[in-house]
């Protein structure tokens, strides 16, 4: 189960940007307002790696850490969490809670219905029939 602080989701983040860094590179890239010390970064990236949220590699004497989870199993793990938490499970509530007019920004709908039409879609067509020349 993925319970990242707004801290870790945030290396997370960069690391699924830059694909790896070092500690520094991460620190670097973290947004100012986090004003975190190299050394919480560095503290933060240990206990991560414990968790096996990411792992490293040694480069001479740097550890160059890289993500052990994609950040489509996070958003998918939090999502279920927050749909079965929040909506007992009704994916209908939570999309209607998602798309509230007061909250849904100018094109977000149009962007929404292609996405569902295009899911219409596929579904139409169905899996491909195996065994068919």
Known sequence: MFQLSDVQLAILRVLWEMGRGTVADVHRALPDERDLASSTVATLLSRMEKRRLVTHDTEGRKFVYRPLVSEHEV???VLETVTDGLFEGDVTALVSH???PKSVKSGDLDRVQALLD???R???QGPADEGQA
């Open 75 to 77: 958003r998918s793990e």
């Open 122 to 124: 596929a579904d139409d």
């Open 118 to 120: 295009s899911m219409r």
């Open 98 to 100: 998602l798309l509230d």
